[in-house]
């Protein structure tokens, strides 16, 4: 049962990488395009003063809410919804597999 987990920690492993890129690319479109999508601020964004920008929360959650809405079809850059859907992807197959694993390391935890 390990061995799943162990498998299942390699493939969150392995698409993390190209999640990260494609958020941080998809982005960059947004800003171009459609800036009022891509820069949010919540209440609590004085915490991440002098971080970059995605780091902050309401930003990473507001550029996942456009890559699964229908923003990215509206977008110009062709790369646009290429970039949404490795994020779709990336969130669909990388969290369930987290999720998993902890469940069987936890279940199996003496």
């Known amino acids: 049962m390990q061995l799943i987990a162990i498998v299942l920690i390699a493939v969150g492993a392995l ?3 190209f999640y990260f890129h494609a958020l941080v690319r998809f982005r960059r479109i947004l800003l171009a395009e459609r800036p009022e999508l891509a820069d949010r601020r919540g209440s609590l964004s004085f915490f991440y003063t002098g971080m970059p920008r995605i780091a902050d929360p309401n930003v990473g959650a ?4 456009a890559a699964f809405g229908p923003v990215a ?3 110009q850059d062709p790369n ?3 970039y949404a859907r490795r994020i779709r992807v990336s ?3 990388g969290v369930p597999a987290y999720l998993v694993a902890f469940a069987i390391l936890f279940v199996g935890a003496p």
């Not at 507001?62 to 809410?65: D, G, H, K, L, M």
């Open 80 to 82: 646009a919804l290429r």
């Open 15 to 17: 698409i993390t990488p």
């Open 91 to 93: 969130l669909l197959v």
């Open 73 to 75: 079809k509206g977008l």
């Open 62 to 65: 507001a550029v996942i809410r």
